[in-house]
């Protein structure tokens, strides 16, 4: 499963870049205002910080409007996606763009019928919203296993399932376990994946076994 990045935060992105597990980035005008800077600066940064896709959304709801969004975007470097909403204006965009080869993210998925909209316009990517579900009493990640199994009936459909909205690692793992392509995570999720009390505890107590032994492998 391919690993993005859910922030517009330079020092976020380039602390967790460093670790080679980040396949792309995924920004959207909120985490564009939560980061404070100028949007077109801080996504060139990002580009040549991650050579994997990364998500510019655009803000204009008109077809028309998008596609010329679109064109300032992807002047900024080959690896933007360019990010629309699931509407009919944001599917028109879509397709136009697709039948340029141009990488589009369809995002603020909420349904099936809304993600095969987003195979049918030719999408790179449908990002459906985990978390925002959960909000609202659905178990978001029932609806990644249903993309999931629509999808695998038609191998037409190129677009890559990109689950967002994740909050905690269990979205992540569920995620894995359904055989989603990619999920885009907040840096303090990606974090927390490492994390386990048993392997701080193991850790700690070899080295206090190969203190004892006064030993070094690497002599001063
Ligand atoms: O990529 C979409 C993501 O940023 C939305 O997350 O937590 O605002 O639902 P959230």
Redesign the pocket.
């Known amino acids: 499963m391919k690993f993005f990045v859910?922030?517009a935060d330079l020092d976020e992105i380039r602390d967790l870049a460093a670790t080679g597990m980040v396949d792309g980035v995924?920004?959207?005008p909120?985490?564009v205002a939560k980061a404070g800077r100028d949007f077109f600066e801080a996504l060139q940064e990002i580009c040549d910080l991650v050579p994997g896709p990364v998500?510019a959304e655009v803000t204009a709801t008109d077809t028309d409007g998008m596609l010329r969004e679109a064109e300032k975007l992807r002047a900024v470097a080959d690896n933007i996606a360019i990010k629309v909403p699931t509407t009919w204006d944001g599917l028109k965009a879509c397709r136009r763009l697709a039948d340029e080869g141009v990488m589009v993210n369809v995002?603020?998925c909420f349904s099936v019928n809304q993600a095969i909209l987003a195979a049918k316009a030719g999408a790179a990517f449908v990002?459906p919203?985990?978390?925002?579900l959960d909000?609202i009493g659905q178990i978001g990640m029932d609806l990644i296993a249903d993309i999931k199994q629509v999808y695998d009936h038609y191998p037409a459909f190129k677009t890559e399932i990109?689950v967002?909205?994740?909050?905690h690692v269990t979205h992540l793992l569920d995620a894995a376990r359904l055989g989603a392509d990619i999920c885009?995570i907040?840096p303090n999720v990606l974090r927390q994946l490492i994390r386990h009390p048993l392997t701080d505890a193991g850790l700690a107590a070899f080295l206090a076994d190969w203190e004892k032994t006064g030993q070094k492998i690497v002599k001063d």
């Open positions: 859910d922030t995924t920004t959207n909120s985490l998500s995002t603020l990002s919203f985990v978390g925002r909000d990109l967002a909205s994740v909050r885009t907040p």
